[in-house]
């Protein structure tokens, strides 16, 4: 662990460099997530929804402590960053895919075995909760994958954990609001996270080419940094030209 501290202590940019990526990986992972979750509880009653996702917190919360134990184990495989990469360039195929053929990301939970098997001998409630665990479990392994995939330091990987968890209950919410009010944020959020999965899958260059030039910018401080500007700018860029020129134009403006 002293070790790990004092990576921090020597590359205090570099690390923060990590965590500003983390926040926006594990705060748009989570919108998904509480997407997907706000789908399942849809056709409870109005008085059991809230209490079905406050099960479903509790459940990510521990999910996500178990999958910290294991957090020392993975980063051992060098093959997790690519392999990460993949996920993240998938997550934003998969959207731009579904935004082209106007699909929409609903789930049916009828169609689970275990909701199905578990319906009738625990009743709408407690079917739906069960399968929310299962979801938070699925959820809680892609959120400790992706922060592994991005460092090998234990303590940012705890952290990174804990930004997952306060991710779910306030980061999601105001990502949710603002989405609502810039719609083409959305667009810049998955972008974001297109240009974070391609950096992670150079990582086999780093892995195959140590020694060439362009490992060497990849494995570099200043392209940490650099990358953390980028995204943030990905952001800031159509926030400022909505604001100023209203275009792309925020819900609710009037040309």
Same mark, same amino acid.
């Given at each position: ?5 004092q ?12 965590v500003?990526n ?10 998904d ?10 056709d ?39 392999l990460?990469g ?9 959207q731009f895919?579904?935004r ?18 578990? $319906? !009738?001998?625990?009743g709408?409630f407690?079917?739906?909760?069960? #399968?929310?665990? &299962? %979801?938070? =479990?699925?959820?809680?392994?892609d ?12 303590i940012?990987?705890c952290?990174?954990?804990f930004?997952g ?18 719609p083409?944020l ?11 999965g ?6 086999l260059?780093?892995h ?9 910018? $990849? !494995? ?9 500007? #980028?995204?943030? &700018? %990905?952001f =800031? ?5 909505s604001?100023f ?11």
């Open positions: 662990m002293n070790v790990h501290l990576q921090i202590l020597d590359n205090p940019l570099a690390a923060l460099a990590i500003g983390l926040v926006i990986i594990e705060s748009l992972l989570s919108v997530n509480a997407a997907v979750l706000a789908t399942m509880v849809g409870l009653p109005r008085e059991q929804r809230q209490k079905a996702l406050r099960y479903g917190i509790i459940g990510a919360y521990v999910f996500r402590g178990l999958c910290i134990l294991f957090a020392s184990f993975l980063i051992e495989f060098w093959f997790l960053k690519p990460g993949l996920y993240l360039l998938y997550l934003t195929y998969s895919r579904g082209g053929s106007g699909g929409e990301d609903d789930v049916d939970k009828r169609k689970s075995w275990l909701y199905r098997s578990t $319906l !009738g001998l625990l709408p407690w079917a739906t909760v069960a #399968l929310i665990e &299962l %979801m938070d =479990l699925a959820f809680s392994i959120n400790v994958f992706a922060v592994v995939a991005f460092t090998d330091n234990l940012l990987i952290l990174g954990v930004i968890i306060l991710a779910m209950r306030l980061v999601a919410q105001a990502f949710v609001l603002l989405m609502a009010r810039y083409f959305e667009t810049a959020a998955f972008l974001v996270i297109g240009v974070l391609l950096k992670l899958l150079l990582s260059v780093e195959y080419l140590p020694q060439s030039a362009f490992s060497r910018f $990849l !494995g570099s401080h200043a392209a940490d940094a650099g990358l953390t500007v #980028l995204t943030v &700018l %990905m =800031l860029g159509p926030l400022a030209s604001y020129f209203n275009y792309p134009r925020r819900r609710g403006s009037v040309r």
